[in-house]
């Protein structure tokens, strides 16, 4: 992808959302694989973005008659456009290099910001190469080249089947292992050894990182500097950020979408979350990366599906992609009991509420619950010496720290770390120690809970699955299902996803069954699957296996549940017939597929039809065209019949 400048910065909008309409309006009219072709998009965006676009390619297709992708996708543009330009308030920022390894003392103000280097690892080498090139070129980047890990990207050419069942469509308590191509943004951002002061009608100066620059552009908060050269760097990099998270949030879409489409129609609300929820989860995120980069915002998909909106990581916390934080504004405790109902496990979760935040304080939290955590004495008092009044409930304690977010959110900003500034410092430290003890705590508890009542499945790499399983000393839902309905039996299953080679069966109680399309049809092996099964209908099916691990799908077959044709009896004196009646079940540029008799299938070379009139045989007997055929030869062993057209056939 080009370097983006700061005069660049329009077009490169204004190109980046006209292919992306361009590729919308392919994937309407299906001419998507062409057009990732003409619109050369790698060299133009990065793979990134066309990765998003190939996944539509196999990705199953179902009908959206309230157009639920194309306003998302607006709506994701919509998002970027703010990412990119939405700038209310300017800042002068001065650049001052820190020698590695410098720790400055922790702040004992809300205008001090701790100048620490950020212990993050870039985890893609396009971008942090470009971060690395947003340092002052007098400065040397200290990064060591270890720093940066080798990710391997998928190709795209995954099987869809898998890929419809191994996503991040799942609630994976226990999958924190699970490798995606896509890492979390965030910590594409490198660790840097320069710092933004920020002066400009501020009572004290502000020291920056790199990453809290870039944040700041969520609250409408830009930087200049003296150099030009290095206001174009953070340009291009945060050109390369937001194209990341577009790219990412549509991948995303285009993985949800198949599942939330078989849903009733108006069922969901809209997928990208509103202004202020997004507000609020970024505060809570600037505040918890004050002094340390260790919160990120969650992705499109699991802050939807997932009830995650941010991840958190400390270190020795193990937890590879970081525990996962919901972030509500509730401030009683039967709105805080409210959002926990929605959450599957949620003891694995950070729940951060007002309420949770009030009753981790010891003054109440002593009345309310046992599981103390532990907090500094003075940090306690420095916290309610920054209340106006002293609230005399749990419940008014919570609404007070509702107001104290709620205010710094809807506040005009005048601060160039955004609303941040707005909240007192001691509520800002309460936040980040019981965000770090609840991201431990939780930790604890989901592992708690795979040594006791799950595990994860292992692949031959050593990562975790994304499905958890059942304790294998408690019989499965697969084991119980194979028990009741043993080879041979008939079932009845949903249609869950089509595919090119096979099709994924919901039989219920979380079992999941596989047909392919050899078994699908006696007549042939090469049948298109949509031709006889259509997504969430219901259809009968003999159990064929499965079973050897609880990973396993049950093995399916449409066939068997008609006797074989290919054995009857008198099948053998279709030879000896001059002329045989049969019909056009598909054409192929090698021949006709005709049907002689149900379910049993013959090929009608292109080689035995006389030369000259190929095309006028292949006009005169299109799809389901009766047709006079003779057999040449019959292989009952590997179900194959030649056919040529009978004598009597004209096409003249």
């Not at 431990?440 to 795979?450: D, L, Q, Y």
């Not at 040449?632 to 179900?639: E, I, K, V, W, Y």
Request: charged share 25%.
């Amino acid at each position: 992808m080009p370097r983006v400048r700061v005069h660049e910065l329009d077009q490169f909008f204004r190109d980046l959302r006209e292919t992306v309409l361009a590729l919308e309006q392919a994937y309407v009219q299906g001419t998507l694989a062409e057009q990732l072709k003409h619109l050369a998009i790698e060299s133009r965006f990065g793979n990134g973005l066309a990765r998003s676009y190939r996944f539509l390619l196999k990705a199953s297709r179902l009908p959206d008659p309230e157009g639920l992708r194309k306003k998302t996708v607006h709506a994701l543009l919509d998002q970027t456009r703010d990412e990119l330009f939405k700038t209310d308030l300017w800042f002068h920022a001065d650049i001052q290099a820190v020698a590695a390894g410098f720790e400055p003392p922790q702040p004992t103000s809300s205008t001090q910001v701790c100048t620490a280097v950020a212990d993050v690892e870039p985890a893609n080498n396009d971008l942090a190469e470009s971060a690395t090139d947003a340092l002052p070129t007098s400065v040397p980047n200290t990064v060591p080249d270890d720093t940066v890990p080798e990710v391997t990207v998928p190709d795209g050419n995954v099987d869809f089947e898998l890929e419809g069942i191994d996503t991040i469509l799942a609630d994976d308590d226990g999958a924190d292992a699970r490798d995606d191509a896509t890492e979390v943004i965030e910590d594409l951002v490198p660790v840097s050894s320069v710092r933004y002061i920020v002066s400009q009608d501020l009572p004290a100066p502000v020291s920056l990182r790199l990453d809290q620059v870039l944040a700041a552009r969520s609250w409408g908060v830009g930087f200049f500097f003296n150099d030009m050269e290095e206001t174009d760097r953070v340009t291009d990099l945060r050109a390369r950020l937001a194209l990341e998270h577009l790219a990412r949030d549509l991948l995303d879409l285009s993985r949800m979408l198949p599942r939330l489409l078989r849903g009733r129609p108006g069922q969901y609300p809209p997928l990208v979350p509103p202004r202020f929820s997004r507000a609020a989860e970024q505060l809570v995120a600037d505040i918890i990366n004050e002094h340390e980069a260790n919160a990120s915002l969650s992705r499109l998909c699991e802050d939807y599906l997932q009830k995650t909106d941010l991840r958190v990581r400390f270190p020795g916390l193990q937890r590879r992609r970081g525990a996962r934080v919901q972030v509500t504004l509730g401030p009683s405790q039967a709105h805080h009991q409210q959002k926990l109902d929605t959450i599957r496990n949620p003891e694995h979760f950070v729940i951060l509420s007002p309420w949770a935040l009030a009753t981790a304080i010891p003054h109440f939290g002593s009345q309310a619950t046992g599981n103390q955590v532990p907090m500094d004495h003075d940090l306690v008092q420095r916290f309610w010496r920054s209340l106006s009044g002293q609230p005399a409930s749990l419940e008014s304690l919570g609404y007070t720290i509702r107001g104290i977010l709620h205010t710094a959110i809807h506040s005009p900003v005048l601060d160039p770390r955004g609303p941040l500034a707005l909240v007192p410092e001691a509520v800002r430290e309460l936040i980040r120690v019981w965000v770090k003890h609840e991201a431990f705590r939780s930790t604890s508890a989901m592992r708690v809970w795979e040594e006791n009542q799950g595990e994860f499945f292992r692949r031959s790499d050593g990562r975790l699955g994304t499905r958890p399983l059942l304790n294998p000393k408690a019989p499965s839902a697969l084991k119980r299902f194979l028990e009741a309905n043993p080879v041979g039996s008939r079932v009845l299953g949903r249609v869950h996803a089509v595919g090119p080679r096979s099709a994924i069966i919901d039989l219920g109680n979380a079992v999941l069954g596989k047909i392919s399309r050899e078994e699908i049809s006696w007549s042939t092996t090469q049948a298109k699957l949509k031709l006889f099964l259509n997504e969430g209908q219901e259809y009968e099916f003999v159990v064929t296996g499965g079973g050897r691990n609880t990973l396993d799908l049950v093995d399916l077959s449409r066939k068997r549940l008609q006797p074989d044709p290919w054995a009857a009896e008198d099948l053998g004196s279709l030879t000896s017939q001059k002329s045989v009646s049969g019909r056009v079940q598909s054409q192929t540029p090698f021949g006709l597929f005709v049907e002689l008799l149900p379910d049993v299938v013959g090929l009608l070379h292109r080689s035995t039809i006389p030369d000259g009139i190929h095309e006028m045989v292949w006009k005169l007997y299109p799809n389901n065209a009766a047709i006079e055929v003779t057999v040449l030869s019959m292989d009952l062993g590997n179900r194959r019949i030649s056919l040529a057209l009978a004598p009597k056939v004209s096409v003249t």
